[in-house]
């Protein structure tokens, strides 16, 4: 299986600020056919069910605020919120599906400073 | 309105079988994979497996072929997920979600999720 590890675990920025979160995997997410990252990212609040922000490492979903931003290529990933909101209290997941085996990163905590 | 309405919480003893639902509605349920997470303190997000309600095709993750049963019916536009023997360690927050493909007989990611079934297996 292809293993996800964020980093960090949790982190605490001031509203207004930047936060980044970071996303690697074993092995490359690169699909050939379309040159394009098999990396998708999801934001969960609590008691809510995941929430999908990014598909293809940085296709933002309809309706997300363009303050999040997905990138990173091969490996290593990035999930960057600018301008941090009180509302952006969450914990974050990458995800990859170039494996058939779909594996989730561990999660990633922002709260506020 | 895409909605996955999924059943209540469940309390099992060990050794119990169990089956819970996934309610799929305002979408074409025959077109899209239907995927299971598991989502537990310890180990996170862990999918579980999918299926197409449009020919039946599931497809499970190693970690959890032979321990659970993915199923629809297409009929009433319901996905499942069912046990026959809980254990204790199945104690988890599961999720239907409506899994995306681009490319054929190859899910890819969670586009829209339910509300998540509370299943708590204990003696």
């Known amino acids: 299986d292809i293993v996800m590890t964020q980093s960090p675990d949790s982190l605490a920025v001031s509203l207004g600020e930047r936060a980044t979160i970071t996303c690697k995997s074993s092995?490359?997410?690169?699909?050939?056919?379309?040159?394009?990252?098999?990396l998708a990212w999801y934001q969960q609040k609590p008691g809510q069910p995941p929430k999908l922000l990014f598909s293809?490492?940085?296709t933002r979903k309809s309706g997300v605020p363009d303050r999040f931003s997905g990138g990173g290529s091969g490996t290593e990933f990035t999930l960057t919120i600018n301008s941090l909101q009180a509302e952006d209290v969450a914990v974050y997941y990458c995800?990859?599906?170039?494996?058939?085996?779909?594996?989730f990163g561990g999660g990633t905590k922002v709260e506020i400073k | 309105e895409v909605r996955l309405v999924q059943s209540g919480a469940e309390v099992k003893k060990p050794g119990e079988s169990l089956k819970i639902s996934c309610q799929a509605s305002?979408?074409?349920?025959?077109?899209?994979?239907i995927a299971w997470v598991r989502q537990t303190p310890g180990k996170g997000l862990e999918w579980i497996g999918v299926?197409?309600?449009?020919?039946?095709?599931?497809r499970y993750s190693p970690a959890f072929q032979g321990q659970v049963t993915i199923s629809a019916d297409r009929s009433v536009g319901i996905a499942y997920l069912q046990w026959t023997n809980l254990q204790a360690p199945d104690t988890a927050v599961y999720y239907c979600?409506?899994?995306?493909?681009?490319?054929?007989?190859?899910?890819?990611?969670?586009?829209?999720w339910g509300q998540g079934t509370l299943v708590t297996v204990s003696s």
């Open positions: 092995q490359s997410l690169l699909y050939s056919p379309n040159n394009k990252n098999s």
């Open positions: 995800q990859q599906y170039y494996s058939s085996v779909l594996t």
């Open positions: 299926v197409y309600p449009g020919d039946s095709d599931t």
């Open positions: 305002g979408f074409s349920f025959t077109s899209y994979w």
């Open positions: 293809w490492a940085s």
């Open positions: 979600a409506i899994c995306y493909s681009t490319i054929p007989a190859r899910p890819h990611w969670f586009d829209f």
